[in-house]
């Protein structure tokens, strides 16, 4: 008998079939359902990773927004919309937006990073399991989506009394925002611990 960690179960028709490691997609045999999608490599996982860390900093550091209005003018980065949030008298907004906007990312990004570059040489990393367990809770304080609404919501709201200039910045944390949900979206426990399994 398969062991049930290599049992696949149909969610339309409920056929139980043998999963095979090899396939890039099983449908199933009887009702023709996808019943497990290709699962992307390790590598990518990794190339996501560094990339992801690559364009941080930037995105982090660069103006986002410069707001015109009159002679005055006032630019946006991410670092400095908590000041301005701090100062404002919401010292509790600052500290989530700095927890789920940077730390959270960051954090993310560093220990996918120290899990799969190991796990891409065929190699066992040496703290797999307070890798794993850590990505799997600080994916869920991810939240660069939340921030970017809010600087869309800011677009909107002040480009009837000034004029916006779009900084570089601002490609910076979209790309960022990019290669972070990939990172999450490709994040597949199952397939993670069969490549450690297999690794020396």
Same mark, same amino acid.
């Given at each position: 008998?398969?062991?049930?960690?290599?049992?696949?179960?149909?969610?339309?028709?409920?056929?139980?079939?043998?999963?095979?490691?090899?396939? =890039?997609?099983?449908?199933?045999?009887?009702?023709?359902?996808?019943?497990?999608?290709?699962?992307?490599?390790?590598?990518?996982?990794?190339?996501?990773?560094?990339?992801?860390?690559?364009?941080?900093?930037?995105?982090?550091?660069?103006?986002?927004?410069?707001?015109?209005?009159?002679?005055?003018?006032?630019?946006?980065?991410?670092?400095?919309?908590?000041?301005?949030?701090?100062?404002?008298?919401?010292?509790?907004?600052?500290?989530?937006?700095?927890?789920?906007?940077?730390?959270?990312?960051?954090?993310?990004?560093?220990?996918?990073?120290?899990?799969?570059?190991?796990?891409?040489?065929?190699?066992?990393?040496?703290?797999?399991?307070?890798?794993?367990?850590?990505?799997?809770?600080?994916?869920?304080?991810?939240?660069?989506?939340?921030?970017?609404?809010?600087?869309?919501?800011?677009?909107?709201?002040?480009?009837?009394?000034?004029?916006?200039?779009?900084?570089?910045?601002?490609?910076?944390?979209?790309?960022?925002?990019?290669?972070?949900?990939?990172?999450?979206?490709?994040?597949?426990?199952? =397939?993670?611990?069969?490549?450690? =399994?297999?690794? =020396?």
């Amino acid at each position: 008998m398969n062991d049930l960690n290599e049992t696949l179960c149909c969610s339309a028709c409920g056929l139980l079939m043998q999963d095979q490691a090899e396939a =890039h997609q099983i449908n199933c045999p009887r009702c023709e359902s996808s019943v497990r999608k290709r699962m992307l490599s390790i590598n990518y996982n990794l190339a996501m990773a560094i990339a992801a860390f690559i364009i941080f900093f930037p995105a982090m550091s660069l103006p986002i927004l410069t707001f015109k209005i009159g002679n005055s003018e006032q630019t946006s980065t991410m670092f400095s919309s908590l000041y301005y949030f701090y100062e404002g008298g919401y010292p509790e907004l600052s500290v989530l937006v700095m927890l789920t906007s940077i730390i959270a990312p960051f954090m993310q990004i560093l220990i996918s990073i120290l899990m799969f570059y190991p796990l891409s040489k065929n190699e066992k990393p040496k703290y797999m399991k307070f890798y794993f367990k850590a990505l799997f809770e600080i994916r869920q304080w991810v939240m660069l989506d939340v921030y970017a609404i809010a600087i869309l919501v800011s677009i909107v709201k002040l480009s009837s009394i000034s004029e916006l200039v779009y900084e570089d910045g601002l490609v910076m944390f979209s790309a960022l925002m990019v290669f972070s949900f990939l990172l999450t979206n490709s994040f597949a426990p199952k =397939h993670i611990w069969r490549v450690y =399994h297999n690794a =020396h």
